[in-house]
């Protein structure tokens, strides 16, 4: 094992979470929402908590689109202001791609599977 290695990274500390959550919630952070995971506790705002950045999660997901059906493998997106999984991807909007759909998902739906990257990005038109 290498001897610079401070830990595996597949639940990390949000030092400080910019709202409160409960356990079992996702959790986007970071000066460009460049981080993202599912709460391991609950926390209060500005708070530290763990993370979990990597795995496979069911998430709320969003129901209001036709993009909020997913198939197996398609890109997952984050909105933080409905703290819910999507599927939209517009350049205009301000969701996160978080992850990949695991198995298949209705638009009316109320969750989703979605397999974590470790890391957000902004989707972009290859997606």
């Not at 597949?10 to 000066?31: E, F, K, M, R």
Request: proline letters at 2%; one cysteine or more.
């Amino acid at each position: 094992m290498s001897q610079n290695l401070v830990k595996n990274g597949n639940v990390i500390t949000c030092l400080s979470v910019p709202y409160a959550v409960n356990a079992g919630d996702g959790v986007l952070w970071g000066a460009r929402g460049t981080s993202f995971g599912v709460a391991e506790a609950t926390a209060a705002i500005n708070t530290a908590v763990e993370v979990a950045v990597v795995g496979v999660f069911t998430l709320p997901k969003a129901t209001g689109s036709a993009s909020d059906a997913f198939a197996d493998g398609q890109l997952v997106c984050w909105d933080s202001s409905a703290k819910k999984i999507t599927g939209v991807k517009t350049a205009a909007s301000t969701f996160t791609a978080i992850g990949a759909a695991v198995g298949t998902t209705l638009q009316a739906d109320t969750t989703g599977v979605v397999r974590l990257w470790g890391a957000a990005r902004a989707p972009n038109a290859s997606d």
